[in-house]
T-cell receptor
Framework: DTEVTQTPKHLVMGMTNKKSLKCEQHMGHRAMYWYKQKAKKPPELMFVYSYEKLSINESVPSRFSPECPNSSLLNLHLHALQPEDSALYLC?????????????FGPGTRLLVL | DQQVKQNSPSLSVQEGRISILNCDYTNSMFDYFLWYKKYPAEGPTFLISISSIKDKNEDGRFTVFLNKSAKHLSLHIVPSQPGDSAVYFCAASAGSDKLIFGTGTRLQVFP
């Protein structure tokens, strides 16, 4: 089983709003990830949590704040976003497959910042 | 610096024929390679992977070939089906949690 769930599916927010994206996996995967994807571009890594600790931050602006409350949950808190932050936000978790870490993605949250 | 490149932005193939998607990389430290399929407004779906100790891996209609000396990998889909129409990303890893993605190839399978 490699299911990663994300909520909400769509989100519209103003530049002064605070909102959160949620990601869940119940497969006991060690690592969880946030990516951002713009149209016709590959996913861009934002954050990696390994064993519930932040291990990679790809110089993401502080208006994005990740949180990992437990091994199954990953949140992305959003505050004072800009219109250029509108994108598909993807969560992933990884599983060892034939000895190699393989990432599995959720369906994404499509975010529109007005 | 684009470490993983997919030089063909699009590919059109007739149903039943073979689709060949290509990917080149520059970093010789990459040791694990993956292919993902993506429909619009959905998350990428893992398709198949290959480690640097192999040169071929098969899963049903999908086969991935790795040529380490040329730093090149390819995904073969045989036979191609209309449902295979999507964007395909190759990705590479150098033993860390970071995946480096190519820019994607849009495959269209027509009847």
């Amino acid at each position: 089983d490699t299911e990663v769930t994300q909520t909400p599916k769509h989100l519209v927010m103003g530049m002064t709003n605070k909102k959160s994206l949620k990601c869940e996996q119940h497969m006991g995967h060690r690592a969880m990830y946030w990516y951002k994807q713009k149209a016709k571009k590959p996913p861009e890594l934002m954050f990696v949590y390994s064993y519930e600790k932040l291990s990679i931050n790809e110089s993401v602006p502080s208006r994005f704040s990740p949180e990992c409350p437990n091994s199954s949950l990953l949140n992305l808190h959003l505050h004072a976003l800009q219109p250029e932050d509108s994108a598909l936000y993807l969560c992933a978790s990884s599983q060892v497959r034939e000895g190699w870490e393989t990432q599995y993605f959720g369906p994404g949250t499509r975010l529109l910042v007005l | 610096d684009q470490q993983v490149k997919q030089n063909s932005p699009s590919l059109s193939v007739q149903e039943g024929r073979i689709s060949i998607l290509n990917c080149d990389y520059t970093n010789s430290m990459f040791d694990y390679f993956l292919w993902y399929k993506k429909y619009p407004a959905e998350g990428p779906t893992f398709l198949i992977s290959i480690s640097s100790i192999k040169d071929k891996n098969e899963d049903g209609r999908f086969t991935v070939f790795l040529n380490k000396s040329a730093k090149h990998l390819s995904l073969h889909i045989v036979p191609s089906q209309p449902g295979d129409s999507a964007v395909y990303f190759c990705a590479a890893s150098a033993g860390s949690d970071k995946l480096i993605f190519g820019t994607g190839t849009r495959l269209q399978v027509f009847p």
